[in-house]
């Protein structure tokens, strides 16, 4: 606990009056931080600090690096541009080496604030002066890609590839072959054909038409496990599997996520979530995903990338990657949410990737400039994906083979996209044709109700036709509907599939010890909020499991 006089060392409090200084000295709280330990990390809230003893390194990570901005010594303060602008930590402040410091609760700070106003002017002048030098130092060093790809626009490869850079927030530069400043962009001879894509590296390195995997790694992502054995295995990094990788992490579970192209999930791919709850003005899915990761990496859980699980043995409790590697884990959570029903018309399947997608990912946003493009259903994803693309393409046409948007779609997203003066909604229509050589550029769209066909120019061609579970590869003992979704819970037993004489936790599956939540759960709620909380409630119920499991071998022992 600090004394007055902790208070008045530091200079910016040393002129308060005796009652001001014993209230901080009351409330502030004491923070004794050995080296490494953060004060508080980027985006944290709002406080104010001050150093007493040792040393804080400011730092950022500004485009996937983190950068060392400044330190803070006895005496000086931080946390003066969040109070005075009213955001987020900018940076992070990390001890390098045993530190003491003060941390003043914002609302003890507007009352110290209210009572001096001269520490009110100080604090105001250094955050102004601050956030300028933060901002020089951003704009003095643009956003540098990691990553120069090298592949035609309409290459299947190369659009692969360039999805999975953008959804594991890899930065990179795309040149294609008929780029007007192509010598500029690819200094040197441009590759051959027989070897697009090629990637160049940040240390200068080039790779031909590298396997995911093997990109991930040169890319420094985690791909293989580095434990033999883990409290929890989450299969799937979506929502509902990053919710329990940040709750299993912080709760001292070994906790191993697996996942086999990139964290975020269908969510990922969301161009705007505006009904999550704590962002009033919404939030990508990408940058909800790149949150959730950071998190869970700094609690300390794995997530590996470009691995998929082959099997899973119900008596070893073993998983089996692909690859051959097995991992032996005391719980199992699938969230491997759903996969993206296909559509059956001729020719279809030749142009994906080449003009017709599935879902939207933002990194098509760019294709889609000047064009004309149709979005395929009348779900929340395609009214998100209908409103980013809005601002990218020419005309958006939305093609609905039902009678209103009303019955699967958001009222908010209805509102916004009738307030859209390039969105076009085409009810009782169907896509029944696409047209195109290398790439698409028509569809056939017949209206139901005159029964005739016309064809349009198409820039592109996005899929949300729901979804249906990939659960397929599961072992036989665990139970699910037609559709492939797992039981869990009260369903498991009115299908005769649980075997104990206790009765299954909500989200555990006819396995016990194996627990479903998000979109892969039978459930008639899809929503990513939902998929978070059944995340975070997996953990609970696996602290419930572990503690019946040990207690039951103790008993057999």
């Not at 906790?255 to 939030?283: D, H, K, M, W």
Request: include cysteine; glycine fraction near 10%.
């Amino acid at each position: 606990m600090f004394t007055p006089e902790d208070v008045r060392s530091v200079p910016l409090f040393s002129m308060l009056p005796a009652t001001d200084l014993e209230r901080l000295a009351q409330t502030a709280a004491d923070l004794h931080l050995a080296a490494g330990e953060f004060a508080v990390h980027e985006g944290g809230e709002r406080a104010l600090y001050a150093v007493l003893t040792g040393k804080i390194e400011v730092v950022k990570v500004i485009n996937g690096s983190e950068r060392t901005l400044g330190w803070r010594l006895p005496g000086t303060i931080f946390g003066e541009v969040p109070l005075a602008f009213g955001t987020p930590f900018p940076g992070a402040y990390r001890a390098a080496e045993p530190s003491r410091v003060m941390r003043v609760e914002a609302r003890q700070y507007y009352i110290i604030a209210a009572n001096s106003s001269e520490i009110a002017v100080k604090v105001g002048a250094l955050a102004r002066e601050r956030i300028g030098g933060l901002q020089g130092i951003v704009a003095a060093e643009p956003p540098k890609a990691r990553v120069t790809l090298f592949g035609p626009r309409w290459d299947t490869a190369s659009g692969e590839l360039r999805r999975f850079l953008a959804r594991n927030q890899i930065t990179y530069d795309w040149v294609t072959p008929d780029a007007a400043d192509v010598q500029k962009s690819w200094p040197g001879v441009p590759p051959p054909d027989s070897e697009w894509p090629v990637l160049r590296l940040e240390d200068g390195s080039t790779v031909s038409r590298p396997r995911m995997r093997e990109l991930a790694q040169l890319l420094g992502l985690q791909t293989k496990p580095r434990l033999q054995h883990y409290d929890t295995i989450i299969v799937g990094g979506g929502p509902a599997g990053l919710a329990a990788a940040v709750y299993g992490a912080s709760e001292g579970l070994r906790t191993l996520v697996v996942e086999r192209e990139a964290p975020g999930g269908q969510a990922g791919t969301s161009s705007r979530i505006e009904n999550y709850l704590g962002f009033p003005n919404g939030v990508s899915g990408d940058e909800l995903a790149t949150r959730a990761l950071q998190q869970a990496r700094r609690l300390g859980a794995e997530i590996v990338v470009t691995r998929s699980v082959a099997h899973i043995d119900p008596i070893r409790r073993e998983i089996l990657l692909d690859g051959g590697e097995t991992v032996s884990t005391s719980t199992v959570i699938l969230a491997t949410g759903v996969s993206w029903r296909r559509m059956n018309i001729t020719g279809f399947d030749r142009l994906i990737g080449k003009g017709i997608y599935y879902g939207a990912a933002r990194s098509e946003a760019d294709a889609t400039h000047g064009l004309d493009i149709h979005l395929i259903g009348a779900g929340n994803s395609a009214g998100q994906a209908a409103l980013f693309f809005a601002n990218h393409a020419r005309t958006v046409t939305l093609v609905v083979r039902g009678t209103s948007l009303d019955k699967g779609m958001s009222h908010y997203l209805i509102e916004q996209i009738r307030a859209q003066s390039n969105i076009e909604v085409r009810l009782r229509s169907e896509v029944t044709a696409v047209h195109g050589d290398s790439n698409l550029s028509a569809i056939d769209v017949r209206d139901a109700n005159s029964g005739a066909s016309a064809r349009h120019d198409c820039g592109g061609l996005f899929v949300f036709i729901g979804a249906d579970a990939d659960t397929a590869w599961l072992p036989a003992e665990v139970a699910t509907d037609s559709r492939g979704y797992v039981l869990t819970g009260d369903d498991v037993v009115r299908a005769g599939r649980w075997s104990l004489e206790r009765d299954p936790y909500l989200l555990e599956a006819s396995l016990p010890g194996l627990f479903a939540c998000g979109d892969v759960r039978l459930s008639p709620v899809k929503r990513v909020a939902a998929a978070v909380g059944e995340g975070s409630m997996a953990i609970a119920l696996v602290h419930q499991f572990l503690r019946q499991d040990a207690e039951g071998s103790r008993a057999r022992i």
